[in-house]
T-cell receptor, first 115, second 119 residues
Framework: GAVVSQHPSRVICKSGTSVKIECRSL??????MFWYRQFPKQSLMLMAT?????????EQGVEKDKFLINHASLTLSTLTVTSAHPEDSSFYIC???????????FGPGTRLTVL | AQKITQTQPGMFVQEKEAVTLDCTYD???????LFWYKQPSSGEMIFLIY??????QNATEGRYSLNFQKARKSANLVISASQLGDSAMYFC????????????????FGKGTKLSVKP
């Protein structure tokens, strides 16, 4: 199946710093990438959807100035958590899909801890 | 209203037995897709099986099968011959057609069912 990688897998940072998370589709071209957040023992909540070369579409309640998403190529999307605070600590997962109707394949996730 | 409902927060099954994980969905979109994902303790989301709303037959993938009952709006996952490695969270998800102008809409997840396989 399709492989999606995420980097880093785990990051600990101080409050007020910015953190960048990369999501790569390794063996297919991802026309659309999705970013999710998952709090402990909860389900995945969609944060935003991005199509290559265009601005991301954010879900209601997600601050686009805080969670910057860039989908610069068909194999790479980045999520930058700006001025991170402890309440941003969470598990962030990206997914990627290719052709119309294709399955979303998920990255392994990034666990962010903000001190 | 919840779009995806998984009523079983936790389930136990004996190794080698079959288990059914429930999922009901709510949509008015005639075109939709239903997915099941497995999330072990490591956190990664592993795609298991997909059922399209227009598919006539129930989807099967190895030990996984999807019991699709369209009129009831249910898409239960059946795992046959459970293995210890099947212990994980299982999420049912739905995609409702094209929502953001892109090639496909986003996934809406249920709250998940934690499956524990007993030796």
């Amino acid at each position: 199946g399709a492989v999606v990688s995420q980097h880093p897998s785990r990051v600990i940072c101080k409050s007020g710093t910015s953190v960048k998370i990369e999501c790569r589709s390794l063996d297919f071209q991802a026309t659309t990438m999705f970013w999710y957040r998952q709090f402990p023992k909860q389900s995945l909540m969609l944060m935003a959807t991005s199509n290559e070369g265009s601005k991301a579409t954010y879900e209601q309640g997600v601050e686009k100035d805080k969670f910057l998403i860039n989908h610069a190529s068909l194999t790479l999307s980045t999520l930058t958590v700006t001025s991170a605070h402890p309440e941003d600590s969470s598990f962030y997962i990206c997914s990627a899909s290719g052709e119309v109707g294709d399955t979303q394949y998920f990255g392994p996730g990034t666990r962010l801890t903000v001190l | 209203a919840q779009k995806i409902t998984q009523t079983q927060p936790g389930m136990f099954v004996q190794e080698k037995e079959a288990v059914t994980l429930d999922c009901t969905y709510d949509t008015s979109d005639p075109s939709y897709g239903l997915f099941w994902y497995k999330q072990p303790s490591s956190g990664e989301m592993i795609f298991l099986i997909y059922q399209g709303s227009y598919d006539q037959q129930n989807a099967t993938e190895g030990r996984y099968s999807l019991n699709f009952q369209k009129a009831r709006k249910s898409a239960n996952l059946v795992i046959s011959a459970s293995q210890l490695g099947d212990s994980a969270m299982y999420f049912c998800a739905m995609r409702e057609g094209r929502r953001y102008g892109g090639s496909q809409g986003n996934l809406i997840f249920g709250k998940g069912t934690k499956l524990s396989v007993k030796p």
